[in-house]
Each structure stands twice: as C-alpha cells, then as structure tokens.
C-alpha cells in the first residue's frame, strides 16, 4: 500500500553521501526540517575516496572558474572540520599534511615541470625541487625519483571519519534519515513537490535537493532534458596496512608519475595508505578487476619501493559523477524547487564544504550565490 510518511519537510535531499550530509547538516543548522532519503548513507563513492584536498595538484588547463571554486572550499575545509568536531565531539579527519609531487623518470619530469610553470602563471603555491630534495622530504621514495614539486596547501581528509562524523552530526541536528531509494521525483506542472520512493511512499516538501552522485540522471519525474548529462567513472582504490617498523611511510600526499601513468598514496595517522586511482568509464560496474589492482601496485612500488612489504588490506572500487567538462552540477534545475548537487567528478571530498555553503544560502535566500553561477546545468543545453 502507498502511504505518505507523515509530516512535511522544508528540504528533502536525495543521496546521503558527503555532499548530501553535510547539505543537510547546514541546512537543519539554519532551522529548517530536513529529510535525507538513502538505502545506505555514507556508504557508496564517499566511503571509496582517498580523501585528497587538492586543488593545486590536480589543477587542469583551462578550468579556472573550477580552480576558484576548489580553492574556495580547500579554505573552507578547516573551520568548516572545527565547527564539525565542535557539533559532535568527534574528528572530521582534517590532516594537514601538504602534497608532494613527484616524476620517476625524464619524460615525467619534463611534464611536472610543466604543469608547475602552469600554477606558478595561476599565483598557486608551489616549489620545484631535484630528485634529491623531493627524497629528503620523504626518505623511502625510490632514488629513481628524478623531481618533485611541493605544494604546501594542498592536504587531505579520512573521507570514511569525514562520512561518520556528519552522520553524527545530521543525527544530533534532527535531520531524519530514510532509508530508502528515491525513486522519482513528485511534480505538478513544472514544480517540484517531493519524491516517491522505491516502495512507493512518498515525501514531500518545500524544496528538493539531489545530490545522488551518478545515478543524479536516473531520476524518473524529470523531463529527460533538464536532466544533468552525469555519468559514472569507474575508480579503483587500495588500503595497505604500513607496518610499525616501516611508520611512516610516508610523510605527505605524494601524487607520482612514473613512465607516464599517474598514482597517488594518501598516508592516515593509523598507518593506512590509500592508493589510487584507476578510471575507466564501464557504466556503473563497481567490480574490483585484476588488471586495475596489478597497475596500481606496479606505479606504487616504482615510486615506494617499500609498497611490497605493506598489506594489502582492502581493494574496492567506486563511481565517480563526471560530466562533460569534469565540473559539478549547482543549483537550478529547470524545475521549480528542485535543485542540483552533483556531477563533482574526482573532487567530492574537497567540494564538501563550500557546495553545502552554495546549496544552503540558495535556499535560504532563493538566489545561487554567484561562485556558484558557473555551474548551472543550462550551461549544457537541453
């Protein structure tokens, strides 16, 4: 039987993920009533990530409104984990521990150089160094290493201590949690009204918000052409475990290119390390494939030697919401009431902050502050 849950919601927000919770908490903070619907919070891509803060390093040509946009929520990252450890009492998983890049061998380092030259030309903070230099930073690099570069402002964040710490804080603001799928989107004419969900109840409210990742232009109850044009990149991680013998492995995020291909290693304070990451676009096939673990393991122990000593813990993949110009997706929909929160490809982490400060001031005030103008889904077309 189709039943209404009862009560009316100011804001009903689909997808609990990072983006989601932290939306929601802002908005309750703001004394609205909010209603999150998720199967399984904080438990899809948010819980995948390595957690890397980076918009320095990951800086791209010709992506200078996502650069403010990533260096916007990079500042806002720290008041934004104090206010959060302040609300719960636990950790948000805030490390500020600067990026190293580095280039194994002298094509590598060729493009290192230039991609450097490119954030120098940008006013972003970065310091070239030798081989030699990038090895006193962090002494068990291999000494094929041939240049890094630093960028000190570049740190990152324990994405799964991030996801259960804004857990803790919608639960204590009052936000209710439903754990089911949304399934479509209630409308009358070209308005908004709540969502039904997967066994057919439904919920209604003032406002709706989808932050539903990749599965954003899956929602039934949007005409198909105001749907953001968001699709799944497969990402593949690994968790190993550094011995006592061997902590820290490592000191920073180091991001190496070694003979072309691109891996990270994000070190946690409990002796994990995150290697990533993989991409290939198969639809929204989460299976962890041979082939993408053996590539990640080859390029991390080029880099770290010591990776062959390390547990390998875990491996699993994730789906990353990528849109045509790897920019999110902010604000209007095209439908009254319904707004976006999506499509933030490899920088969910990192958006946290300012894309719950964008989504909660544009329903608050009713207007999308102007950092986010840029990222209106109209900017596709229909």
Request: proline share 6%; aromatic share 4%.
């Amino acid at each position: 039987m189709v039943a209404e849950i009862p009560g009316t919601s100011d804001v009903v927000l689909i997808g609990a993920g990072l983006i989601g919770l932290a939306t929601a908490w802002r908005l309750a903070s703001d004394g609205l009533r909010v209603t999150v619907c998720d199967p399984t919070p904080g438990a899809q891509t948010s819980t995948v990530a390595a957690g890397m803060l980076a918009p320095v390093t990951e800086v791209e040509f010709g992506e200078d409104d996502l650069l403010a946009l990533n260096l916007a929520s990079a500042n806002a990252w720290p008041a934004f984990a104090a206010e959060l450890e302040e609300h719960t009492g636990q950790t948000a998983g805030l490390y500020k521990t600067g990026t190293l890049s580095v280039a194994y061998d002298v094509d590598d380092a060729a493009a290192l150089r230039r991609l450097a030259d490119y954030q120098r030309r940008l006013g972003l903070e970065v310091e070239t160094l030798s081989g030699r230099d990038a090895r006193r930073r962090e002494p068990m690099l291999a000494t094929g290493v041939t240049a890094g570069v630093w960028v000190p402002g570049d740190h990152s964040v324990d994405n799964r201590q991030a996801v259960a710490t804004l857990l803790r804080a919608v639960e204590v603001s009052g936000v209710q949690i439903v754990r089911r799928r949304a399934s479509k989107v209630i409308t009358s004419g070209t308005t908004a009204l709540g969502v039904q969900l997967d066994n057919g109840d439904t919920l209604h409210a003032g406002q709706v918000i989808a932050a539903a990742g990749p599965w954003s232009a899956q929602l039934d109850g949007v005409p198909e052409e105001l749907r953001p044009p968001v699709r799944p990149v497969k990402g593949e991680v690994l968790r190993l475990r550094v011995p006592e013998a061997y902590r820290p492995a490592l000191h920073h995020v180091v991001r190496a290119t070694a003979r072309g291909f691109s891996v990270y290693l994000v070190p946690r304070p409990n002796g994990e390390l995150v290697v990533g990451a993989t991409s290939t676009e198969l639809g929204y096939d989460t299976r962890v494939l041979a082939g993408g673990v053996f590539a990640l393991l080859r390029d991390a122990r080029t880099v770290l030697p010591v990776t062959d000593e390390l547990e390998l813990v875990e491996s699993i993949a994730g789906l990353r919401p990528t849109t045509p110009d790897n920019a999110p997706v902010l604000g209007p929909s095209g439908l009254d009431r319904l707004l976006w929160a999506t499509g933030h490809y490899r920088n969910g982490v990192l958006l946290t902050p300012i894309t719950a400060q964008i989504l909660s001031e544009t329903v608050r005030t009713g207007s999308l502050p102007d950092l986010g103008k840029p990222f209106v889904a109209a900017r596709f077309g229909q």
